[in-house]
């Protein structure tokens, strides 16, 4: 009963208290209802555009995992037969006539790597991620209608969609797509006839990347204008739920960080067609020896993680933002340290521009410059400690629901801290002379990044679940889905640590044949069930979140969740524009939970006599 | 359609488009300091040949230092409702900007004659990188002058607040690749 009576008290304050922007008197609604294509496919809506954007995300996941699933298969089963691939993989699996063994070709293991890398970091991590949220979340928490340009927004999506197919059209090459490392260093990068997948590959894949590069530009320009300008009367910064600095700042990062990528590509495309030696020197290929002179790879390496460090931010920030909100309506207590959290994101977005170097401690940069990066480095660690440190003190003493958006919430927190720990060891110059390049390092960006970044997101789609789709996700396969990943992913990476300190490299394609990493078979046999496992606890998700859109439980009530923030003031079937009346006026910060005896206070309810505002 | 928040509550006195085109311009000009640190990067490691600017460069800064201020009273006398000067100062920059995109690639052509090639020493290389990244950003500009100019000659002569909103978009625009063409040349010449 007490539901019905907060819905109502919504409505009420929102007719009192609203702003009046005369949205009624043009009725975009039903102009954008009558129409699929304009609905369904061409959508300005928000909304729309952000489930565009998680679809996407979604399906690329599953091709990007896939990916990962086969070698993974390669290098726990080095001695068995992939055959039974060949349907799916066709001339990439070679069958020995003699044998009948069907082994995958080294060049398309290093495909499937350099795929699986460029994959789930841009087009799930990034756009799946922040491009899902970011838009499902800016215009609605801050009580706006939808982003400054609708268009734009429209045209980001878009722009992800092209980059998405000219990427999957390289998958079919007869050459193969691009095969050197999600980095895309040069020489293997900029030299056409250097690998399988350095020619044709190559040039989709930086095709698609520029096309992604303009729909994140698009993107960001549109979040920070809508964070900037359209704020509902009283949304002041301090007001701000975490969700949305966290996507403000992501956003900054990447408008300032992806352009320097464009570059970087901009030099490497003139390196591959107009034969300058941006990044090229004296080169011997199939025994003769190139024109390039004088150029430097470790330049690429410089423009390409002066973005790829902030990238990794803007991949995880989001993720923090979700988790700081759904950890704060599902432990019933304000966040712990509002401000700090805040100033930590910005810490973290600042740091973050300044730590680049640290990816490249072998690469020959010189050894006093990198202790300055080692010193930024390990600071970064102190912001995100303060940030640990408040999600923890928020779960104290809390009130907590357990269902599957807050576990999410919590993996999250476990798995940054094991992976961020990781990165400590990284960060010291001299520990990296030893791990670099080894599976030290795949550990700890998987736990800190993908799976951490993979859990916030869950943590968001499982919460946000009923605002898109006006259903809720099934908990038991949510919470089957959670132990099965959270154990799995463990199980994937903890190990990896082990075969780190051991100096097994990364990216090779099989250990058995080095006597120094002979030991480690069973080890990788594991892992490699470990993954399959985690592969079809995905599967589940999916199942899922396609079944709940049709089958799962109605939402009957605007606010299910119990929560403070202005979207789930909306009706439940919003229209575009969001709310049908006025827009909502805000009175308080958005986390005001168990104040004054009450469950929740939501942003609307104009203070009472003598209450003074929380920070 | 594209305008559904445009009546929403507005937190900043700047027009969100306005605000969109400015961090377009930080986004822009991060692409250039990298570009910029590229250069001295690879200036540092040696093996860097040294040559003149060609004089054609000096003659385009003028050029578009000139279609800067021809605009600006362009835009003065929009707002001041003189509709005559409002179109003439208006074409003299289209067409300055044009002028601008020839004297760049006379400039280029006296360096190729030089013998400072494309693929010859990174020096050269950066150099028409550089300068030709900026060409397209200006062709850009020389884009949103003609819609300018099209709403000048198409639409009947009438002072509002839109349109006048979106002739400062042009105007910061292009004052802005102006004083990016400036900030190259000085770091070109000094670097
Ligand atoms: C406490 C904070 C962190 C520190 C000190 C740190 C440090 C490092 C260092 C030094 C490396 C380079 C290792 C090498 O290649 O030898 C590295 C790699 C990496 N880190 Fe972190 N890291 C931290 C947090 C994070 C976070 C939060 C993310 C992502 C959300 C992340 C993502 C990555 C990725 C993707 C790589 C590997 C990229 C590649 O070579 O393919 N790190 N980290
Ligand atoms: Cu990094």
Same mark, same amino acid.
């Given at each position: 009963?007490?539901?019905?009576?907060?819905?109502?008290?919504?409505?009420?304050?929102?007719?009192?208290?609203?702003?009046?922007?005369?949205?009624?008197?043009?009725?975009?609604?039903?102009?954008?209802?009558?129409?699929?294509?304009?609905?369904?496919?061409?959508?300005?809506?928000?909304?729309?555009?952000?489930?565009?954007?998680?679809?996407?995300?979604?399906?690329?996941?599953?091709?990007?995992?896939?990916?990962?699933?086969?070698?993974?298969?390669?290098?726990?089963?080095?001695?068995?037969?992939?055959?039974?691939?060949?349907?799916?993989?066709?001339?990439?699996?070679?069958?020995?006539?003699?044998?009948?063994?069907?082994?995958?070709?080294?060049?398309?293991?290093?495909?499937?790597?350099?795929?699986?890398?460029?994959?789930?970091?841009?087009?799930?991590?990034?756009?799946?991620?922040?491009?899902?949220?970011?838009?499902?979340?800016?215009?609605?928490?801050?009580?706006?209608?939808?982003?400054?340009?609708?268009?734009?927004?429209?045209?980001?999506?878009?722009?992800?969609?092209?980059?998405?197919?000219?990427?999957?059209?390289?998958?079919?090459?007869?050459?193969?797509?691009?095969?050197?490392?999600?980095?895309?260093?040069?020489?293997?990068?900029?030299?056409?006839?250097?690998?399988?997948?350095?020619?044709?590959?190559?040039?989709?894949?930086?095709?698609?990347?520029?096309?992604?590069?303009?729909?994140?530009?698009?993107?960001?320009?549109?979040?920070?204008?809508?964070?900037?300008?359209?704020?509902?009367?009283?949304?002041?910064?301090?007001?701000?739920?975490?969700?949305?600095?966290?996507?403000?700042?992501?956003?900054?990062?990447?408008?300032?960080?992806?352009?320097?990528?464009?570059?970087?590509?901009?030099?490497?495309?003139?390196?591959?067609?107009?034969?300058?030696?941006?990044?090229?020197?004296?080169?011997?290929?199939?025994?003769?020896?190139?024109?390039?002179?004088?150029?430097?790879?470790?330049?690429?390496?410089?423009?390409?993680?002066?973005?790829?460090?902030?990238?990794?931010?803007?991949?995880?920030?989001?993720?923090?933002?979700?988790?700081?909100?759904?950890?704060?309506?599902?432990?019933?207590?304000?966040?712990?340290?509002?401000?700090?959290?805040?100033?930590?994101?910005?810490?973290?977005?600042?740091?973050?521009?300044?730590?680049?170097?640290?990816?490249?401690?072998?690469?020959?940069?010189?050894?006093?410059?990198?202790?300055?990066?080692?010193?930024?480095?390990?600071?970064?660690?102190?912001?995100?400690?303060?940030?640990?440190?408040?999600?923890?003190?928020?779960?104290?003493?809390?009130?907590?629901?357990?269902?599957?958006?807050?576990?999410?919430?919590?993996?999250?927190?476990?798995?940054?801290?094991?992976?961020?720990?990781?990165?400590?060891?990284?960060?010291?110059?001299?520990?990296?002379?030893?791990?670099?390049?080894?599976?030290?390092?795949?550990?700890?960006?998987?736990?800190?990044?993908?799976?951490?970044?993979?859990?916030?997101?869950?943590?968001?789609?499982?919460?946000?679940?009923?605002?898109?789709?006006?259903?809720?996700?099934?908990?038991?396969?949510?919470?089957?889905?959670?132990?099965?990943?959270?154990?799995?992913?463990?199980?994937?990476?903890?190990?990896?640590?082990?075969?780190?300190?051991?100096?097994?490299?990364?990216?090779?394609?099989?250990?058995?044949?080095?006597?120094?990493?002979?030991?480690?078979?069973?080890?990788?046999?594991?892992?490699?069930?470990?993954?399959?496992?985690?592969?079809?606890?995905?599967?589940?998700?999916?199942?899922?979140?396609?079944?709940?859109?049709?089958?799962?439980?109605?939402?009957?009530?605007?606010?299910?969740?119990?929560?403070?923030?202005?979207?789930?003031?909306?009706?439940?079937?919003?229209?575009?524009?969001?709310?049908?009346?006025?827009?909502?006026?805000?009175?308080?910060?958005?986390?005001?939970?168990?104040?004054?005896?009450?469950?929740?206070?939501?942003?609307?309810?104009?203070?009472?006599?003598?209450?003074?505002?929380?920070? | =359609? !594209?305008? +559904? *928040?445009?009546?929403?509550?507005?937190? #900043?006195?700047?027009?969100?488009?306005?605000? @969109?085109?400015?961090?377009? =311009? !930080?986004? +822009? *000009?991060?692409?250039?300091?990298?570009? #910029?640190?590229?250069?001295?990067?690879?200036? @540092?490691?040696?093996?860097?040949?040294?040559?003149?600017?060609?004089?054609?460069?000096?003659? #385009?800064?003028?050029?578009?230092?000139?279609s800067?201020?021809?605009l600006?009273?362009s835009?003065?006398?929009?707002?001041?409702?003189?509709?005559?000067?409002?179109k003439?100062?208006l074409v003299?920059s289209f067409f300055l900007g044009l002028?601008?995109v020839?004297?760049?690639?006379?400039?280029?052509?006296?360096?190729?004659?030089?013998?400072?090639?494309?693929?010859?020493?990174?020096?050269?290389?950066?150099?028409?990188?550089?300068?030709?990244?900026?060409?397209?950003?200006v062709l850009g500009g020389i884009a949103c002058l003609l819609t300018a100019m099209f709403h000048a000659f198409a639409?009947?002569?009438?002072?509002?607040?839109?349109?006048?909103?979106r002739f400062?978009l042009v105007?910061?625009y292009w004052?802005?690749?102006?004083?990016?063409?400036?900030?190259?040349?000085?770091?070109?010449?000094?670097?």
């Amino acid at each position: 009963m007490a539901d019905i009576i907060t819905v109502d008290r919504d409505d009420v304050l929102l007719k009192k208290e609203g702003f009046d922007d005369h949205f009624h008197d043009h009725h975009h609604e039903d102009k954008y209802k009558s129409n699929f294509i304009s609905h369904y496919i061409f959508s300005m809506d928000h909304k729309m555009i952000a489930r565009q954007f998680l679809i996407t995300g979604m399906l690329w996941a599953i091709i990007g995992a896939g990916m990962s699933i086969i070698f993974r298969l390669q290098l726990g089963f080095p001695d068995e037969s992939l055959a039974w691939l060949k349907p799916l993989l066709g001339k990439w699996i070679t069958i020995n006539t003699e044998t009948g063994m069907g082994s995958l070709q080294p060049e398309f293991y290093y495909a499937l790597v350099t795929m699986h890398g460029t994959i789930i970091v841009f087009f799930v991590l990034t756009a799946g991620l922040s491009g899902t949220f970011s838009n499902l979340l800016i215009p609605l928490q801050l009580g706006a209608r939808d982003m400054a340009s609708p268009f734009l927004n429209m045209l980001s999506y878009w722009f992800f969609f092209m980059a998405s197919v000219v990427m999957f059209y390289s998958l079919f090459l007869s050459t193969g797509p691009f095969s050197g490392g999600w980095t895309a260093y040069p020489p293997l990068s900029a030299l056409p006839q250097a690998s399988m997948g350095s020619g044709t590959g190559m040039t989709l894949w930086t095709i698609s990347l520029v096309l992604f590069v303009v729909s994140v530009l698009l993107g960001g320009i549109n979040y920070i204008t809508t964070v900037l300008n359209l704020r509902t009367k009283g949304m002041t910064f301090w007001r701000m739920p975490l969700t949305i600095w966290a996507f403000f700042v992501t956003a900054i990062l990447g408008l300032l960080s992806f352009p320097v990528l464009a570059s970087g590509f901009f030099l490497l495309m003139c390196d591959r067609g107009l034969g300058t030696s941006f990044y090229l020197s004296e080169i011997f290929i199939q025994g003769s020896a190139l024109d390039f002179a004088g150029g430097s790879p470790v330049l690429y390496q410089h423009l390409f993680w002066f973005l790829g460090h902030p990238e990794v931010y803007i991949i995880i920030l989001p993720a923090m933002g979700l988790v700081s909100e759904v950890m704060a309506v599902h432990a019933r207590k304000p966040i712990f340290g509002y401000k700090f959290m805040v100033y930590s994101i910005l810490a973290i977005g600042f740091l973050s521009f300044i730590v680049w170097a640290h990816h490249m401690f072998m690469s020959g940069v010189n050894p006093f410059i990198s202790n300055f990066f080692v010193v930024f480095t390990l600071i970064i660690a102190v912001p995100s400690a303060i940030k640990v440190f408040n999600w923890i003190a928020t779960l104290y003493k809390g009130d907590l629901r357990l269902n599957t958006p807050m576990l999410f919430s919590i993996g999250f927190v476990s798995m940054f801290i094991s992976g961020g720990l990781t990165g400590v060891f990284l960060g010291n110059s001299a520990i990296d002379i030893q791990q670099h390049d080894t599976y030290f390092v795949v550990a700890h960006f998987h736990i800190v990044m993908g799976i951490a970044a993979f859990f916030g997101m869950f943590a968001g789609v499982y919460h946000w679940y009923p605002k898109m789709f006006g259903r809720f996700m099934n908990e038991t396969l949510g919470k089957i889905h959670f132990w099965a990943t959270l154990i799995g992913a463990y199980a994937i990476f903890w190990p990896m640590h082990y075969l780190g300190l051991a100096g097994v490299p990364r990216r090779y394609y099989r250990f058995d044949s080095f006597d120094a990493f002979g030991s480690f078979g069973e080890m990788n046999m594991f892992i490699t069930i470990a993954a399959i496992v985690v592969f079809f606890a995905q599967l589940l998700m999916v199942i899922n979140f396609f079944y709940s859109m049709y089958y799962g439980k109605k939402m009957t009530t605007k606010n299910p969740w119990g929560a403070t923030t202005l979207e789930w003031t909306t009706p439940i079937k919003a229209g575009h524009g969001n709310w049908p009346g006025k827009l909502p006026t805000v009175h308080r910060w958005p986390y005001d939970y168990g104040k004054d005896g009450k469950d929740f206070i939501s942003q609307l309810e104009p203070m009472a006599e003598g209450e003074t505002e929380a920070h | =359609m !594209a305008d +559904i *928040t445009l009546k929403s509550h507005r937190s #900043s006195r700047v027009h969100p488009q306005k605000f @969109a085109l400015w961090a377009a =311009m !930080a986004s +822009i *000009t991060m692409m250039f300091a990298s570009l #910029s640190s590229a250069y001295i990067v690879r200036q @540092a490691a040696g093996n860097w040949l040294e040559f003149q600017l060609p004089s054609a460069f000096y003659i #385009s800064t003028i050029i578009i230092l000139l279609s800067s201020m021809t605009l600006h009273k362009s835009y003065t006398s929009f707002i001041n409702g003189q509709e005559r000067p409002y179109k003439l100062y208006l074409v003299v920059s289209f067409f300055l900007g044009l002028g601008f995109v020839v004297s760049q690639y006379i400039g280029w052509q006296n360096l190729y004659s030089l013998g400072i090639d494309l693929k010859g020493n990174p020096s050269g290389s950066f150099l028409y990188v550089m300068t030709f990244i900026h060409v397209v950003h200006v062709l850009g500009g020389i884009a949103c002058l003609l819609t300018a100019m099209f709403h000048a000659f198409a639409l009947k002569f009438k002072v509002t607040e839109r349109r006048k909103h979106r002739f400062e978009l042009v105007n910061h625009y292009w004052h802005y690749v102006d004083l990016l063409w400036v900030y190259l040349l000085i770091f070109l010449l000094f670097s």
